[in-house]
Nanobody, 119 residues
Framework: VQLQASGGGLVQAGGSLRLSCAASGSSFRSVAMGWYRQAPGKQRELVASITAISGSPNYADSVKGRFTISRDNAKNTVYLQMNSLKPEDTAVYYC?????????????WGQGTQVTVSS
């Protein structure tokens, strides 16, 4: 599976960005796609995810009400609309593509896109 992420950049606090991640080359349908982020010196954390069939979203408490995740199954693409950005949202954002295998879940990761929010 190849994951091509785009949309990161530099924005002032209070601004907006939209991340996109397109998946290709997979013969396995994902059960969920999502976004994680990792700030310097911190562990990677879930930002938001969305299930493939029901489209149910899940958000980290820190982004609820500000970020919206969506997906286009026909395009195998997931989006993250980020509004009211804060300096603490600064991180490298990674796209995640999760499939089910006999032993459980397996995750594919994109290359990461930098989001920098200036105060």
């Amino acid at each position: 599976v190849q994951l091509q992420a785009s949309g990161g950049g530099l924005v002032q606090a209070g601004g907006s960005l939209r991340l996109s991640c397109a998946a290709s080359g997979s013969s396995f349908r994902s059960v969920a796609m999502g976004w994680y982020r990792q700030a310097p010196g911190k562990q990677r954390e879930l930002v938001a995810s969305i299930t493939a069939i029901s489209g149910s979203p899940n958000y980290a408490d820190s982004v609820k009400g500000r970020f919206t995740i969506s997906r286009d199954n026909a395009k195998n693409t997931v989006y993250l609309q980020m509004n009211s950005l804060k300096p603490e949202d600064t991180a490298v954002y990674y796209c995640n593509y999760r499939i089910l295998v006999p032993s459980g879940a397996f995750d594919y990761w994109g290359q990461g896109t930098q989001v920098t929010v200036s105060s």
